[in-house]
């Protein structure tokens, strides 16, 4: 059973530009929930898919925003970043939304 | 809103020592709560949880017991490995329409030979 896989693993950006994170969800798995996770800090819900659609949505502007494909692997984009968007970004699945989430390994992104 | 607090680390400890590492939780209504280990360079894994109140959750000589009436959680093993070294998240989960986590901000615990 193949788990919960996201790209790139580190990435390096200029403020202002825009990021797109990916992330494939465990197999037979419906939901996906994305948090931000700042140096020393605890991770941060950003939102949360099901079966396509944005079901939950945390305390990040609009310029977070994210997708959730047929297959339900998903996307988090960010528009002009800047330099507190520097995280480790975690994507996690669930089967249904109330259940047990799956966490990938991350992907690190800093703006400089 | 809900909130989760842990002690601050890092935590030190020598092989073998008992551990306890203290979380306590805000919230209204009847959250489930967890713990998750994440190792250097690697995501979240899910330790333990316990869904309603006096829940023990227990995996690889961890356990914790979810206390209502002092709205905790806190985490123990009985000896601690070296391989134990790494950053602990206690988290709560409200199970009303959509869920979320909430994390602590972790522990670090560091274990030596």
């Known amino acids: 059973e193949t788990g919960v896989t996201q790209s790139p693993t580190h990435l390096i950006k200029t403020r202002g530009q825009q990021v797109t994170l990916r992330c494939s969800s465990q197999s037979g798995h419906n939901t996906v929930s994305w948090y931000q996770q700042a140096l020393g800090q605890g991770p941060q819900f950003i939102f949360q898919?099901?079966?396509?659609?944005?079901?939950g949505r945390g305390n990040f502007p609009p310029r977070f925003s994210g997708l959730q494909f047929p297959n339900y692997s998903s996307e988090l984009n960010v528009n002009a970043l800047e330099l507190d968007d520097s995280a480790l970004y975690l994507c996690a699945s669930s089967l249904e939304a109330n259940t047990e989430a799956f966490f990938g390994q991350g992907t690190r992104l800093t703006v400089v | 809103g809900d909130s989760v607090t842990q002690m601050e680390g890092p935590v030190t400890l020598s092989e073998e020592a008992f551990l306890t590492i203290n979380c306590t939780y805000t919230?209204?209504?009847?959250?489930?709560l967890f713990w998750y280990v994440q190792y250097p360079g690697e995501g979240l894994q899910l330790l333990l949880k316990a869904t309603k109140a006096d829940d023990k959750g227990s995996n690889k000589g961890f356990e914790a017991t979810y206390r209502k009436e002092t709205t905790s959680f806190h985490l123990e093993k009985g000896s601690v490995q070296v391989s134990d070294s790494a950053v602990y998240f206690c988290a709560l989960r409200k199970d009303t329409g959509f869920q979320k986590l909430v994390f602590g901000t972790g522990t670090r615990l560091l274990v030596s030979p």
């Open positions: 919230a209204t209504g009847y959250p489930s």
């Open positions: 898919y099901y079966r396509e659609e944005e079901n």
